[in-house]
């Protein structure tokens, strides 16, 4: 059990946002007890989850770039790579 890759979402303060595949909308970004990102849209039914470590990976990145904090994120992102 490694909590490390998905801390930096939980420890998030701020919602986090992503757009609806379908509508294009912005969701909410909610975590599973799991740790793992799921995006909700409540007009579609949209219910997105991001399973994979690649993918939670990404997803960090990208709500990163979004909100202009993601020194902590890209720095662990790149350990990785
Ligand atoms: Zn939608």
């Known amino acids: ?23 294009h909308g912005t969701c909410e970004v909610k975590i599973t007890k799991k740790g793992k990102p799921y995006v909700i849209c ?21 709500n990163a770039a979004l909100e202009k904090v993601g020194e902590t994120l890209s720095a662990s992102v790149s350990q990785v790579r």
């Open 42 to 62: 409540d007009p579609c039914g949209v219910q997105l989850f991001v399973r994979g470590k690649g993918g939670i990976q990404r997803f960090e990145t990208q």
């Open 1 to 23: 059990m490694s909590n490390a890759l998905v801390s930096p979402l939980l420890n998030q303060r701020k919602p986090l946002l992503s757009p609806c595949p379908v509508c």
